[in-house]
């Protein structure tokens, strides 16, 4: 591997959730800039201020695409359940300022190991010490303890007789609670929750009051895990939350689910387009956000460019013919060097498979990441995080860093179970970095002296 200079001279950053800039469409979006700009009447609809909700171009084919992908068994997608926003991360912030409010919304459900950087959203939208951790577990989610939890939060409620009047002020609607996820290929997990499990949240959200916010934005991203036989069909992408609740008998105008999803990972970043879809009147209740209402789409220019890319297909074509091929590789990259240089010493790949039955994602990789448990007797993984980083130039996301902000049982729940584990993103490199990021990790969890004894006892019981 050379001198110790030559290898860590170099910084692999297996932390970053980004997509490579290599493989940003540059070309496609040059193309939609054209047939954007160059077209003297679309040109003059795309420069102003855009329709609240987005040009029905971008909402259409937006609409349609959704549609061709997950067959909703309630039938096509329609462009009034569609809101255009600058990304998921800004679209979170838009619904919960307009669908809850601290004097009325008691609690902020979230999966852990959770996406941590969704924690300041809902901490900044009044929510500081309100928010609470569900444990994970095969089907994507534990539901009982949820169940427990929002039971426990009605008598909360109930013994403080706290009056809701000053709630409806903001908005048409809010919410009692919110429960937040990234159901498929979830981060940091990568898990898939079960269509069982999904129709259970639901049901349990619309008794408590609750809108499940969801963050669809991996679920494109998809192919054969490796371990799956040779030949074996890739299954259907399962339904939204937000498809279940349509087609649960029940539902009402408002909905108890929502689909918060991205083009960052499908296109890039910067183009800061996403979208929400929900029932006609969250979509109609988003266009009142004062920014909104004052300046129109907040991503005007940039949600035409994509219009385009959808309407045209280049950007299903991009998403088959480019992503996943390149992410397949690099995923298979990761597997092949965690097999070769972490599990001798005890590390071990949660399997994404659930038990759930009909409808599991079984034998199916995709999203970002992987998620790695250390082995048990190894030191906390927040110490083996910043030894690969300070003595080995290599950045991970290490599990204590999955616990729900503000939440004590989320942090023990932690000590014990995901946060002796770190989230790997394969996507920022290529396979050769990848190799050698696993190597280091490796590396530095051997330079510990308290990583001796894990060892140790691994190899003696498997003799």
């Keep these: 591997m050379g001198s110790l200079e030559k290898i860590y001279d170099k910084h692999i950053n297996l932390q970053l959730g980004w997509p490579t800039p290599l493989l940003f469409p540059s070309k496609l979006l040059t193309e939609a800039t054209q047939e954007t700009l160059l077209n003297n009447k679309v040109a003059a609809q795309t420069l102003v201020y855009g329709p609240d909700p987005g040009h029905e171009l971008v909402r259409t084919g937006t609409a349609e695409w959704l549609t061709r992908f997950y067959h909703p068994e309630v039938g096509d997608v329609q462009a009034d359940r569609i809101f255009i926003t600058p990304g998921a991360s800004s679209a979170l912030s838009m619904l919960l300022t307009r669908f809850t409010d601290p004097s009325f919304t008691q609690y902020i459900w979230m999966i852990e190991p959770t996406y941590f950087l969704a924690c300041p959203s809902f901490q900044e939208a009044g929510f500081h010490g309100r928010l609470r951790g569900v444990p994970e577990d095969t089907g994507g989610l534990d539901i009982e303890f949820l169940r427990s939890g929002l039971v426990e939060a009605e008598a909360e409620r109930c013994r403080k007789k706290t009056t809701d009047g000053l709630a409806f002020a903001r908005s048409s609607k809010v919410y009692r609670h919110i429960i937040y996820m990234v159901p498929t290929f979830s981060n940091p997990s990568a898990k898939v929750m079960s269509l069982r499990r999904r129709k259970e949240v639901v049901q349990l959200a619309r008794e408590f009051d609750a809108l499940i916010i969801s963050d669809d934005v991996y679920d494109w991203l998809r192919w054969p895990h490796p371990n799956s036989p040779d030949g074996a069909e890739m299954p259907k992408p399962l339904p939204r939350l937000v498809d279940v609740d349509c087609a649960m008998p029940g539902s009402s105008i408002w909905g108890n689910a929502v689909s918060n999803g991205s083009f960052s990972k499908i296109v890039a970043p910067g183009v800061r387009v996403g979208w929400i879809e929900g029932s006609p009147f969250i979509a109609k209740e988003l266009c009142k956000i004062g920014p909104v209402h004052s300046g129109g789409c907040q991503s005007q220019l940039s949600s035409m460019l994509i219009g385009q890319m959808l309407v045209s297909g280049k950007l299903e074509e991009h998403i088959q013919s480019t992503l996943i091929p390149v992410y397949q590789r690099r995923h298979r990259a990761m597997l ?23 409808g599991d994602e079984a034998g199916l990789a995709g999203g970002f990441f992987l998620y790695l448990e250390f082995p048990t007797g190894s030191p906390p993984a927040e110490t083996v995080a910043k030894v690969a980083l300070e003595e080995f130039n290599l950045r991970i996301a290490h599990g204590g860093m999955m616990c729900v902000a503000g939440d004590a049982g989320s942090v023990q729940r932690g000590k014990k179970g995901f946060g002796q584990g770190a989230r790997l993103c394969w996507a920022w490199h290529e396979e050769a970095d990848i190799d050698e990021g696993i190597q280091r990790l490796a590396l530095a969890f051997r330079s510990l002296p308290q990583c001796t004894g894990a060892i140790k006892q691994l190899q003696t019981d498997e003799t």
């Design 336 to 358: 092949k060097s965690i097999q070769m240089h972490l599990l001798p010493l005890g590390f071990k790949i949660p399997s994404i498979k659930t038990v759930e039955g009909n």
